[in-house]
């Protein structure tokens, strides 16, 4: 966004016409973007995205956890847990 913003403000130093008929692209291929956007987040599906963001969340905490699992002795614990 800054990179955009400064080309806008050196081309409004060389040429205002330039700067304005750029400004006006930039402005409605935003505006599509953010269109497109909103019309294909809702396909990803939530659950999936749910149900990837629990897997990945178990597998950083059994990470973060993994000496203390292995000097607990609870090896096969978590890996029951994470088939379940």
């Known amino acids: 966004m800054l990179l955009i913003i400064g080309v806008l403000v050196v081309l409004l130093r060389e040429d205002w016409r330039v700067s304005l ?18 019309i294909a987040v809702p396909f990803l599906g939530k659950k999936e995205r749910q149900t990837s963001a629990d897997m990945y969340g178990f597998i950083e905490e059994r990470l973060n956890g993994t000496e203390d699992i292995r000097a607990n002795d609870g090896v096969a614990h978590v890996l029951q847990r994470f088939t379940v």
């Open 21 to 38: 008929s750029l400004s006006i692209f930039v402005g409605l291929t935003m505006a599509i973007l953010m269109r497109m956007v909103n």
